[in-house]
């Protein structure tokens, strides 16, 4: 039996704090899913083995001429791409000129399922960012907006190291709640969510199991793909990734 304010014996094992839901509503269409990737961790770890062979991690330079810290690489029908022209989704991985390696049947199963968890059922990703954190790293608050189309969520996936997540509101100048995410959790935003800024703070020391010293985080989108006669984004939305 449980009184309220009493954490449950679930709880407890959940490590979640007495009070706090699962899954928790961030914001109207933003939910927080503790947990739901945990169980095919190790699975979606080794599913990174054969894509980075083929699309190695690499520090992207951003339009205003910083490196990244946050190492970056992609896999889908079109990743996402910073260089000093701008930010874009390419069908092909500029280091080789060859087409991103397939996105794994596991990955498009645990997305759309978060995402239908989240309230965003039908969700197909055509592009999932695949995010290195090592410690100190981090990333700044941003909006995901080189999508072009803002109808489908966002479903970002942590795994490895814990991170403070900032999430913050529709105006750069919203404060953030701090949000510790840990291997296995997923936040999905979407709706009248989906422009909301968010970000990472700089990544604590620590040894994962399956990742070692680093935070992966898989962040799957539904990208409008370039016309040919689209070219990249400018450098002018203040949108700045970077550490
Ligand atoms: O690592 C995260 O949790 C967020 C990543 C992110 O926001 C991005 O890649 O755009
Ligand atoms: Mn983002």
């Known amino acids: 039996m449980s009184r309220p304010g009493t954490a449950t014996m679930g709880d407890l094992l959940g490590g979640l704090e007495p009070g706090r839901q699962n899954p928790e509503t961030l914001a109207e269409g933003a939910t927080l899913l503790r947990g739901f990737a945990a169980a095919g961790a190790a699975e979606l770890v080794a599913a990174l083995e054969p894509i980075t062979e083929a699309a190695r991690f690499r520090h992207m330079v951003t339009p205003g001429g910083y490196t990244m810290s946050v190492a970056m690489t992609n896999c889908g029908d079109a990743g996402w791409v910073s260089e000093?022209?701008?930010?874009?989704?390419?069908?092909?991985?500029?280091?080789?000129?060859?087409?991103?390696?397939?996105?794994?049947?596991?990955?498009?199963?645990?997305?759309?399922?978060?995402?239908?968890?989240?309230?965003?059922?039908?969700?197909?990703?055509n592009s999932c960012l695949i995010n290195r954190y090592a410690p100190k790293t981090r990333l700044s608050l941003h909006q995901?907006?080189?999508?072009?189309?803002f109808?489908?969520?966002?479903?970002?996936?942590?795994?490895?190291?814990?991170?403070?997540?900032?999430?913050?509101?529709?105006?750069?100048?919203?404060?953030?709640?701090?949000?510790?995410?840990e291997n296995g959790?997923?936040?999905?935003?979407?709706?009248?969510?989906?422009?909301?800024?968010?970000?990472?703070a700089p990544l604590a020391d620590g040894c994962d199991p399956f990742t070692g010293n680093c935070r992966i985080n898989l962040t799957f989108r539904k990208a409008r793909l370039a016309t040919a006669s689209s070219g990249p984004s400018t450098p002018s939305r203040g949108f700045v990734k970077q550490s």
């Open 84 to 125: 000093r022209s701008g930010y874009r989704y390419d069908v092909h991985d500029p280091e080789t000129g060859r087409a991103w390696p397939e996105m794994p049947a596991a990955f498009l199963d645990l997305a759309a399922r978060a995402a239908a968890a989240g309230g965003f059922p039908g969700f197909v990703p």
């Open 144 to 149: 995901d907006r080189d999508e072009g189309d």
């Open 151 to 181: 109808s489908a969520p966002i479903v970002s996936v942590s795994l490895g190291l814990p991170a403070v997540f900032l999430f913050g509101g529709l105006k750069r100048s919203d404060r953030p709640r701090r949000i510790r995410l």
């Open 185 to 200: 959790d997923v936040v999905v935003w979407g709706g009248p969510a989906r422009m909301t800024y968010h970000g990472v």
